[in-house]
């Protein structure tokens, strides 16, 4: 039952079964679950960059709402006299276009330093600024044309578009790192929180488990099956949530086999 193969095919051939698991769970050194506990959390941030790759999006009106709010009717009324060819204005007039001067078009540097919030679109390029602190200066691209946009929601999705591409990179980064927070902290709620339970069984007598590191290992191997089930989930249809309930149905389930199979017993 116990393996003899070196690491980390020992780790494969214990989580196989929930006899194998308990057998084995002095087999490991804790480099070698440190190894495991990272191969865990690698596994589950596969399915987050796919996601990301595929369906990257972001609305910048989450972060700049008085901004998006001056985006209205009026000003994309107005918009349509001030047509964008090839990523450039082909009107250099001066003007605001709206009744609270928050949204303009080639205003004075000075002009635009007046404003609270608001965008100001020049001649290649749009100023965007809100009074929560955000402020961005976004390129237009060739594909960029107000002029034709029916509704400002199309005018909305159009300006996040545009600051979307050009900071793609930094956007995919911080998004990452948020759901790879999330997923570092639900594993080592698992592993540690799990594994301190399991140790308790010792201080009672209602098992043969005689340290933590024990219970760490089992714990770890017994989130074999539900962290690669979760990553194929999360391949096919991603959603956060569901991946993590797998995972964490996953471990619950092998420790119900593994007391069934063991009685959590060496004998």
Request: glycine content about 4%; charged content about 15%; proline content about 3%.
């Amino acid at each position: 039952m116990k393996s003899s193969l070196p690491f980390p095919n020992n780790y494969f051939y214990a989580m196989m079964t929930p006899k194998r698991i308990f057998f084995n769970r002095n087999q490991f050194k804790k480099w070698q679950l440190l190894v495991i506990f990272i191969f865990l959390t690698m596994a589950l941030l596969i399915p987050v960059s796919v996601n990301l790759m595929n369906h990257l999006t972001f609305s910048l009106e989450d972060i700049m709402p008085q901004t998006f709010k001056y985006l209205d009717d009026e000003v994309l009324l107005q918009l349509k006299d001030y047509p964008v060819e090839h990523g450039e204005m082909m009107n250099s007039n001066r003007h605001y276009l709206n009744s609270e001067q928050s949204v303009g078009v080639n205003l004075t540097e000075k002009q635009f330093e007046a404003v609270d919030s608001g965008v100001n679109f020049k001649i290649n390029k749009m100023l965007l600024k809100d009074k929560s602190g955000y402020e961005f200066s976004v390129n237009y691209t060739k594909d960029f044309q107000p002029q034709f946009f029916n509704s400002k929601k199309e005018l909305h999705e159009a300006i996040s578009e545009q600051w979307l591409k050009q900071n793609q990179s930094f956007v995919f980064f911080t998004l990452f790192l948020m759901n790879a927070s999330v997923i570092f902290i639900s594993m080592l709620f698992l592993v540690i929180g799990g594994a301190f339970f399991l140790y308790l069984g010792k201080t009672f007598q209602l098992s043969s488990v005689r340290s933590y590191q024990e219970s760490l290992t089992i714990i770890l191997l017994s989130l074999g099956f539900g962290t690669l089930l979760a990553t194929i989930v999360g391949l096919l249809y991603f959603d956060m949530t569901i991946v993590l309930s797998i995972q964490s149905l996953g471990l619950i389930i092998m420790l119900l086999m593994i007391f069934l199979k063991t009685k959590f017993q060496d004998i």
